[in-house]
């Protein structure tokens, strides 16, 4: 569903990303690992079609990102760190604002719409100002629209960060509900999250992949934790390595 490539990106001399390649199948939701600054987010902005690379190529069910940029973005759904929120709107003529952006037949809208206010939770909001909602409920709406277009990708960047314990408990739970018919990739500092919802895992440091593979395979004799201080410390071998006989 999504294969990236020897993707790197760069700003003048100084490499953010360099020949990252990792995989996500349909259904699979992968955690995307790393430190601050070591190029998770540039990498999704990449993917997402927000950012063009320096070289190196992302396919999306088969689409290419930089030659078929169009057709990527309908299958890809986005929730940046901080979701793209107008506060003077109330959250349904928001939602139409957006369907409408990404091109929902003004016939289909009012459906589209609803089936996110549910899926999302938002039944009991949708005639609220932005502004005036919760942080978990301003999480909502950011997902509902990644979400109301449909796609089968969905591209989460730190969805929990700065909730109460209940609320990060409800937006995983959505998460989990969400995965299945689509692939998820989850870019999250909480390795707990990663460990509960994750099959897959990708470490990136300094800019390049330090490892790819199953949860169950990094994590049959260490902790996640163990795991991911390994990889960021430069003390495990980088995932070309591992993958020589």
Known sequence: MIEVRDLSKRYGDLVAVHQVSFTAVKGEILGF???????KTTTMRIIT????ATSGTVRVDGFDIFEQ?????KRIGYLPENPPLYNDMTVSSYLDFVGRIKGIPRADLEVAR??????CGLAKVTRRVLGHLSKGF?????LAQALIHNPPVLVLDEPTIGLDPRQIIDIRTLIRELAGERTVILSTHILPEVAQLCQKVVIINEGR?????????????LSLEEVFLRYISGNGATATEESQP
């Open 33 to 39: 690992l790393g430190p601050n600054g070591a190029g």
């Open 49 to 52: 079609g927000f950012l063009p």
């Open 69 to 73: 940029s169009y057709d990527v973005r």
């Open 114 to 119: 609803d089936r996110v206010v549910e899926t």
């Open 138 to 142: 301003r999480q909502r709406v950011g």
């Open 209 to 221: 992949i330090a490892v790819e593979d199953l949860i169950v395979n990094l994590t049959r004799d």
